[in-house]
Structure formats: C-alpha cells, structure tokens
C-alpha cells in the first residue's frame, strides 16, 4: 500500500520569508511518481511538478524548488522569498499505477 | 476548450435522497477518477474507471455508484446521501494509465447533505 504523510498541518510565514513544504511517502514499487498540486483559497487543483523515481535531480522552477531524496523517502517542496499569492493549500501525491495517494495537505498561510 | 467539467458546482440535498454528480472531459481521455477531500483528509479516491464500462473502487467506495458508458462522462451517484458525504467531490481525467501521468482535475462539487 502506498503512504504520503505530510506532517504539517498548517504553516504561517511572513511575506518574503522562505517556507519549505516537507513530504514524506511509502511504497514497496521501485518505480513511481510524486507529484505536487496547489489548491489555491479558490478551489482549483493546480499541478506543480511530477518526479519519477528513477530522477533524483533537484528541480528549480523561478521560486520554487523541489528536493527528492530517496534514502530518506522524502519530496519536500521549497518556496523562496514567499509572496501572498502563495497562500494555498498543497498537497504530495504519490502514483505507484494509475491512480495517486495524496497526503492531508499543508495549508501555507502567507502574510503582508 | 471545455477541458473537464463538473455538474452542479453547488447541491444542497437531504439525507435519503439520491443525487448524482456528473462530470465530463473533452479530451476523450481514458482514465476518469472521482475523489472526495475533506479536512483532515486531504483527496482520497472513490471510484475510478479505465475505460467506457470499466470501473473499479478505489479507497473509499462505501455509498457510492458510478457508471462509464460513454468515454468522456462519469457520473458518481449516491443512492441515499448521508450526512458524512457532506465533502467537495472531484472529477479528475488521464490519458492512460501510466503512473506518471499528470491528472486533469475538474473544478469540484461542493455537497452539503442536511
């Protein structure tokens, strides 16, 4: 069975701060995916990224960046000098075959 | 380009009574998968489909029917609502059934059952 714990619940951070979203998962499969999705105060699923297990590359993209270790089982997600338009709920998902296990999602509140 | 499109946005219905969610995609796309998200829960998957008359549960069926005669709807039914259904549902569709496949989600269904 597959597992992802995202382990804060909620993180409140000061505009231009840099916030760091941790993703922990479980599976037994050798190949996978992790995703990450933002669900903006409007309600929308929005796709961010998808890393295969096979690429261990960091991945920056503008303020974001993603950090996948897999000795530590873990997708964490970084946001640098964080803007309010950042304040979202993000979930990690994991998808071993067709269908993916989200975690419970951190709720990322970014203040002016 | 409608993308994936759900039905109603907004229902209100009472406990007993049946209701049916729809959803539709235009990109003729295979897989079809509904979720529910609640808080404390995050999305967790009811029912998904790999092709037209293909369906299978997923975590949390108990409730819930879906069927898949045409490729591009999924229809997710409750046939006596109760007040634990009471969650936003999500349509979702992708283009196979590779693990890697990036997953297109509809806009979702806020249900509130009395």
């Known amino acids: 069975a597959q597992k992802v714990t995202q382990a804060q619940t909620e993180i409140s951070v000061v505009e231009k701060e840099d916030v760091t979203l941790d993703c922990v998962y479980e599976?037994?499969?050798?190949?996978?995916?992790l995703f990450w999705y933002k669900q903006p105060p409007s309600g929308e699923l929005v796709f961010l990224i998808r890393?295969?297990?096979?690429?261990?590359q960091n991945e920056i993209s503008g303020r974001y960046s993603w950090n996948f270790q897999k000795s530590t089982s873990s997708f964490n997600f970084t946001i640098t000098a964080s803007q309010v338009v950042d304040s979202a709920v993000y979930f990690c998902?994991?998808?071993?075959?067709?269908?993916?296990?989200f975690g419970k999602g951190t709720m990322l509140l970014v203040s002016p | 380009d409608a993308g994936i499109t759900q039905s109603p946005r907004y229902k209100i219905t009472e406990t007993g009574r049946q209701v049916t969610l729809m959803c539709h995609q235009t990109?003729?796309?295979?897989?079809m998968f509904w979720y529910r998200q609640d808080l404390g829960h995050g999305l967790r998957l009811i029912y998904y489909?790999?092709?037209?008359?293909?369906?299978d549960k997923g975590e949390v069926p108990d409730g819930y029917v879906v069927s898949r005669s045409k490729t591009e709807n999924f229809p997710l039914t409750l046939e006596s609502a109760t007040r634990s259904q009471t969650s936003v549902y999500f349509c979702?569709?992708?283009?196979?059934?590779?693990?890697?496949?990036?997953?297109?989600f509809g806009p979702g269904t806020r249900l509130t059952v009395l």
């Open positions: 979702a569709s992708s283009e196979s059934e590779q693990a890697g496949n990036e997953q297109f």
């Open positions: 998902a994991l998808s071993v075959y067709s269908t993916l296990t």
């Open positions: 890393r295969n297990s096979f690429d261990e």
């Open positions: 599976t037994r499969d050798t190949t996978y995916y």
């Open positions: 990109w003729s796309h295979s897989y």
């Open positions: 489909s790999a092709a037209a008359d293909i369906t």
